[in-house]
């Protein structure tokens, strides 16, 4: 491909091929081998001479049995072949599993998903910021839900529902407001302005034994799929 | 009358030199061929040399129109060459973790001479998106997709989808504001894969006995950034693919591509 500003094509014709090889007398029919390994077929050799001695009747050909004078090979070429392409197209299919499941870490250095929030009584009403930096929740106190129309805690996953930037409280303005991209909330969630689709996400939030408040980031409640009913999206105070 | 006699004046000390040079053992094993003085050894030239081989020996005239074929495409290849360059003298200085990495990006601006290698390359990738996009247009404007070419469009295809990776996963490695919050927002959208992802369509239908496959910390989102959110474990993985990844998958396609060129007779020829 050095030259490319002739024609393609000009390939000069091959010199005459030389004669076919005599045709090789026709193969003997190899025996039928399904259903046996290589050992059972070498160990078979006594075994179905035993056999075909026991019964002298029992044709040679039937499934399983070789004739004791056969010196065709127990597996073709093409069946070795073929063996060994299916252990390396099993062992390359085992490698590729291997290396997806590789990009699943175990373990991750993330902050812990539940964390205790102090005592009820430590809150005042309204929007605390005290674990938005650290765990990525506000923890709401109000006098009456939006919904549900009691006293009580909710914890809001600080995570605009458009796409994923943190939202900022602005106190003076009462609601939430994404830097982002300007999508608005008010101090339930409840989605007013801007782009976002939806209401922010609460978290579980429970009483733990020792009567603190339990905040559990694993489990989000969205409002637009009626979840926000849920008795652990709301903690009754 | 003294005889005379017609003598050749003496060569010079230098030619006297490379004379003795080119005919030692060392430089005949690595030069093959002569001067590139006579076509013959123009020839050679090019096809004794590995990097010099992958160019054809002549060109068609109609390969270096510049009005028709813009040279975009040998623009991208050698703008892909200079990021790989001054992505590795990067590597020298820049480490991928959470606690060095705005450091080391400040620190090759500040504290390593002359200063300029990270704005190359950030340059650079600006660039190599454009010349790619304009080539991709003038190839289409060209017709150089329709039959037997259209392998090699698809191919092209690819690595254009390759080199926008190669702007993403670049992105984030100066860990700052604007990194973490556009990796974010494009990472987000994978949550919502179907069946892939935790936020998608069918997610749900995922589970295995009753315990579900795909949720937060299992998901399509989650094999792309190594955690459940921008972190120290997405900015390593990025840093792999945007290094080595994504550019040995690239360098494999453009073999597939230059080859695809050659192959159907040269840059711009006619059908």
New interface residues.
Partial sequence: MADETKPQGEIPTPPARPVAPPPRPPAAPGPDLSGRTTTVASQGGAAAKAATTGTATAAPSRAGAREADDTSPLLTRRAWIGLAWGAFSAASAAALAATGRFMFPNVLNEPPQQFKAGFPNEYGMGVDERWKEKFGIWLVRTPEDVDLHVSGFYAIVTVCTHLGCTPNYLAAENKFKCPCHGSGFRTSGINFEGPAPRPLERARVVLADDGQILVDKSKHYQRELGQWSDPEAFLKA | MADTKTVAPKEGAFTRFWNWLTETQAWTSIFRHDMPTTDRNR?LV??SNVFL?LH?????KSGVRLRYTWCMGGLSFFLFLSLTLTGLLLMFYYRPTLEYAYTDIVGLREHVPLGIMREMHRWGAHAMVITVWLHMFRVFMTGSYKPPREFNWSVGVVMLVLTLLLSFTGYLLPWDQLAI?AI??GS?MARATPFLGHEGPGAALMTLGGVPLIH???DAR??LL????V???ALLRFYVLHCVGLPLGIAVLMAVHFWRV??D??IS?PL
């Fill in positions: 020839v090019m096809l081989h054809p020996v002549r060109l068609r919050w974010t927002v987000n937060a910390a299992d989650f094999a190594g955690g459940t959110f972190g120290e474990g050659r192959k007779g040269g020829g």
